[in-house]
């Protein structure tokens, strides 16, 4: 069964320094998502992408964050200026559709900022 | 924007007796509604997902409940085994994001 891949599994970085998780999502799907998990609380949605194009963030999104799809295969995180609070683990997910499509998760990276 | 109660936080159960977890959501646009396990440090995993359009599904021990009147569903595992020991997440989305309970720690007792 295909999988949602994710590089590195843990990526341990200095505060203030930039970061890039990578994800390979699954090759027939047309929708990328980033959620995290803080450490024993629910996952939270960061973003959502289609063609090319960021179609929804929630307010965790904001300027320190980007995503980039940049080939036919990766879609990526970028945190410029990591903080503290930036530590977690980070799920990319996948899926074929827009609506009532399931999502597809990796198995995550773990931040750690230190 | 939607927000996603979900409850018990923890729950244990004998094996082979069942177990209910039930989340109640807010945004009445909401139409998809999926289940995920997720064990230890590894990925969540999608185990069932109900559409608004249907009431119940089941998929051998595992069934999903859902009241649109009422916005809440329901996870239902019959006959549980130590193998569902884990922590089970119920989500709800209306377009592009999942909105996430905040979990239920099941426990089950050989």
């Known amino acids: 069964e295909p999988e949602v891949t994710q590089t590195p599994s843990h990526q341990v970085t200095q505060m203030g320094q930039e970061v890039i998780l990578r994800c390979v999502p699954i090759?027939?799907?047309?929708?990328f998502y980033w959620y995290r998990q803080i450490l024993g609380q629910k996952v939270e949605f960061l973003v959502s992408f289609y063609n090319n194009e960021i179609s929804e963030k929630s307010e965790i999104f904001d300027d320190q964050f980007s995503v980039e799809r940049p080939d036919g295969s990766n879609f990526t995180l970028k945190i410029r200026s990591t903080k503290l609070e930036d530590s977690a683990m980070y799920f990319c997910?996948?899926?074929?559709?827009?609506?009532?499509?399931?999502?597809?998760f990796g198995d995550g990276t773990r931040l750690s900022i230190l | 924007g939607e927000n996603v109660e979900q409850h018990p936080s923890t729950l244990s159960v004998q094996e082979g007796d069942s177990a209910v977890i039930k989340c109640t959501y807010s945004d009445s646009a909401s139409n998809y509604f999926p289940w995920y396990k997720q064990e230890l440090g590894k990925r969540p995993q999608l185990i069932i997902d109900i559409r608004s359009n249907v009431g119940e599904k089941k998929d051998q021990r595992i069934a999903v409940t859902l009241n649109k009147t009422a916005k809440h569903f329901s996870l239902h595992i019959t006959e549980t085994q130590p193998e569902d020991s884990a922590v089970y997440f119920c989500?709800?989305?209306?377009?592009?994001?999942?909105?996430f309970g905040a979990g239920t720690t099941v426990t089950v007792r050989a």
């Open positions: 090759s027939n799907h047309l929708y």
């Open positions: 997910a996948s899926s074929q559709g827009q609506r009532n499509q399931p999502q597809h």
């Open positions: 989500a709800a989305s209306r377009q592009y994001k999942l909105s």
